[in-house]
């Protein structure tokens, strides 16, 4: 984008630009559902308003708004075009993962980049398989990086986004998720959505073929923690583990930074605790963790 996005500094603020916005997407809403006219530049509107930062935390530039508050701003969106508002939900649920699993010097990088006004899709959904838990996309550590390989579906908003954050299982079956920057080599993103009714949320299909992935880009994934909670016991940390964590289960340490270097120059991963946030979400995790754990 030309310029930064503004940066929302209070939950009245918030509000009132959502209200705003509600005026001007609601008028075209249902013709571009009818015609398939994908809203982007509603969307550079809403991303640029600085609504897609209001989580960021206090500590990194952002508002931090309520959950009270970003509640009633989606259903002010929503009112106005649901499609709008649900390609915003998943970059919101990005900015969570990152303020709750990525290291100290991921959250500066990424919340940076989103407070000024870079959009995040997922690609998280498969097709094909066995059940709704089960997950073909793979990544493949090596020696300085990785290689994420595999499919996904109903990817909402990637087509959008700047960064598509992509989950993939491990030669351990522990998840991560991969930040990819849109023009990434490998990295695909096919506008096929077809669904009924919101059409324009482009939740179409994501394509990654041997990307390469840096260890700066690579967060532990959360996912899983509600399924097939047997298998939890047979799986181990990737690269260590912290006795008696409660967040153990869904690999609080991350491995995401490269610290030193080994023979021949290569850099060599390095397993880092990862700080969790203090709100009611992570409390949460930990208890559910906690009760949950084999």
Request: hydrophobic share 40%.
């Amino acid at each position: 984008m030309a310029e930064p996005a503004h940066v929302i500094r209070s939950d009245a603020e918030a509000l009132d630009i959502a209200e705003r916005l509600a005026e001007r997407f609601a008028p075209e809403a249902q013709a571009r559902d009818k015609e398939r006219r994908l809203p982007r530049a509603e969307l550079d509107a809403f991303s640029q308003s600085g609504l897609w930062g209001m989580t960021v935390p206090r500590a990194f530039g952002g508002a931090q708004v309520s959950y009270a508050t970003v509640a009633q701003v989606f259903a002010t969106i929503a009112s106005a075009d649901p499609s709008i508002a649900q390609i915003a939900q998943n970059h919101i649920s990005a900015v969570h993962f990152i303020g709750l699993l990525a290291d100290a010097q991921q959250k500066a990088h990424f919340l940076g980049r989103i407070l000024a006004g870079d959009r995040f899709g997922n690609a998280s959904s498969e097709s094909g398989t066995s059940h709704g838990g089960r997950m073909e996309t793979r990544l493949i550590r090596r020696a300085c990086d990785a290689v994420i390989r595999g499919r996904k579906f109903y990817s909402t908003g990637a087509l959008f986004a700047r960064f598509v954050t992509v989950i993939a299982l491990d030669e351990q079956d522990q998840a991560w998720v991969a930040i990819l920057e849109q023009g990434t080599p490998g990295l695909t993103i096919v506008d096929d959505w077809d669904g009924f009714g919101q059409r324009t949320t482009a939740s179409g299909t994501v394509i990654i073929e041997d990307v390469v992935v840096p260890p700066a880009a690579c967060c532990p994934s959360i996912w899983r923690m509600n399924i097939q909670p047997r298998e939890r016991s047979r799986r181990s940390p990737m690269w260590a583990s912290t006795p008696g964590s409660h967040a153990a289960p869904f690999a609080r340490l991350s491995a995401c930074s490269v610290t030193s270097r080994g023979r021949g120059g290569k850099a060599a991963w390095c397993a880092r605790p990862t700080t969790l946030t203090s709100s009611p979400r992570s409390a949460t995790c930990r208890s559910a963790c906690s009760r949950r754990r084999p």
